[in-house]
């Protein structure tokens, strides 16, 4: 997850640039292309190649999210923005169904997950992904606009690569103004929990073997209630943009608020001893 999150780190930097070469469907296509791939190497995995693609996917992640955000722009106004944002995070969370359901009643009653149940769940992650980059290929290409505002076919590829590495300059730059260390602060919040909620937190229930010996398949049940949560965020959020009474920041600091007591919740019910489902040896893995 480290990694995956350092690809995307280090590749936002350059992906406004690279939309200079190649347009927002050409980058969000590619970056799902990545994503199937780290899907693709859980197959027969080896260390090297987990490693390798989990950073690759992030970097896939980089194109996705920079692309889709120049789509979505390009595709709205000030009215529909907030809407139509709300609608692809919908969407978005929409996918963490398929995938953990599966798991949950596919590996019911199984102690030990071994090869063949593996592949299976990513051959299925790699069928239905490659589905959807094929459904990319229908997305609606609007002639004249980029996420600079910049009329990309009259520039030399000089001029290109001067605006590039202008581009990378100015967010450099931003790192030290004001707007983004407020942002700073929020964001660095955000993922400490995504790596708690996405890592740490299920590792920890499937090896608690006091919820029984296929406590492996609850991963999906997880991620599952994870995203009926972001699911019905994302429709309140929608509806709620609609009201000109209410502001982003209240629907942000709701959000913040009702945080606290899920946080309290896990960590009151968290058991001090959990079994290693590697060894079988019930010594101690976190406190």
């Given at each position: 997850?480290?990694?995956?999150?350092?690809?995307?780190?280090?590749?936002?930097?350059?992906?406004?640039?690279?939309?200079?070469?190649?347009?927002?469907?050409?980058?969000?296509?590619?970056?799902?292309?990545?994503?199937?791939?780290?899907?693709?190497?859980?197959?027969?995995?080896?260390?090297?190649?987990?490693?390798?693609?989990?950073?690759?996917?992030?970097?896939?992640?980089?194109?996705?999210?920079?692309?889709?955000?120049?789509?979505?722009?390009?595709?709205?106004?000030?009215?529909?923005?907030?809407?139509?944002?709300?609608?692809?995070?919908?969407?978005?969370?929409?996918?963490?169904?398929?995938?953990?359901?599966?798991?949950?009643?596919?590996?019911?009653?199984?102690?030990?997950?071994?090869?063949?149940?593996?592949?299976?769940?990513?051959?299925?992650?790699?069928?239905?992904?490659?589905?959807?980059?094929?459904?990319?290929?229908?997305?609606?290409?609007?002639?004249?606009?980029?996420?600079?505002?910049?009329?990309?076919?009259?520039?030399?590829?000089?001029?290109?690569?001067?605006?590039?590495?202008?581009?990378?300059?100015?967010?450099?730059?931003?790192?030290?103004?004001?707007?983004?260390?407020?942002?700073?602060?929020?964001?660095?919040?955000?993922?400490?929990?995504?790596?708690?909620?996405?890592?740490?937190?299920?590792?920890?229930?499937?090896?608690?073997?006091?919820?029984?010996?296929?406590?492996?398949?609850?991963?999906?049940?997880?991620?599952?209630?994870?995203?009926?949560?972001?699911?019905?965020?994302?429709?309140?959020?929608?509806?709620?943009?609609?009201?000109?009474?209410?502001?982003?920041?209240?629907?942000a600091a709701f959000g913040?608020?009702?945080?606290?007591?899920?946080?309290?919740?896990?960590?009151?019910?968290?058991?001090?001893?959990?079994?290693?489902?590697l060894t079988r040896a019930?010594?101690?893995?976190?406190?």
């Amino acid at each position: 997850m480290a990694l995956n999150y350092a690809g995307t780190t280090l590749m936002a930097l350059f992906v406004p640039g690279f939309l200079l070469f190649i347009s927002a469907k050409t980058s969000v296509i590619l970056g799902s292309i990545l994503s199937v791939l780290m899907a693709a190497s859980y197959i027969y995995p080896t260390p090297i190649s987990i490693y390798l693609f989990s950073f690759i996917s992030g970097v896939g992640g980089a194109f996705i999210w920079v692309g889709q955000g120049a789509i979505v722009i390009s595709n709205s106004d000030n009215k529909t923005i907030d809407r139509n944002t709300s609608v692809f995070w919908l969407l978005y969370q929409l996918s963490q169904f398929g995938g953990t359901l599966y798991v949950f009643f596919a590996w019911q009653g199984k102690e030990n997950v071994d090869s063949h149940e593996r592949i299976v769940l990513f051959l299925l992650l790699c069928c239905i992904g490659a589905c959807g980059v094929l459904t990319l290929f229908f997305i609606k290409t609007i002639q004249g606009q980029s996420v600079d505002e910049v009329d990309t076919a009259s520039l030399s590829t000089s001029e290109k690569l001067k605006h590039l590495s202008q581009g990378v300059k100015e967010s450099f730059q931003f790192w030290f103004s004001y707007h983004f260390g407020m942002l700073f602060l929020i964001t660095a919040y955000i993922g400490f929990e995504l790596a708690f909620f996405q890592t740490i937190y299920p590792t920890a229930v499937a090896n608690t073997k006091q919820l029984g010996t296929d406590s492996d398949r609850l991963t999906g049940l997880i991620v599952v209630f994870i995203g009926i949560g972001e699911v019905l965020g994302s429709f309140s959020t929608g509806i709620a943009s609609k009201s000109k009474a209410i502001s982003r920041g209240p629907i942000a600091a709701f959000g913040l608020i009702i945080e606290g007591p899920c946080h309290e919740k896990t960590a009151v019910r968290r058991q001090k001893r959990l079994s290693n489902s590697l060894t079988r040896a019930g010594k101690v893995t976190y406190k």
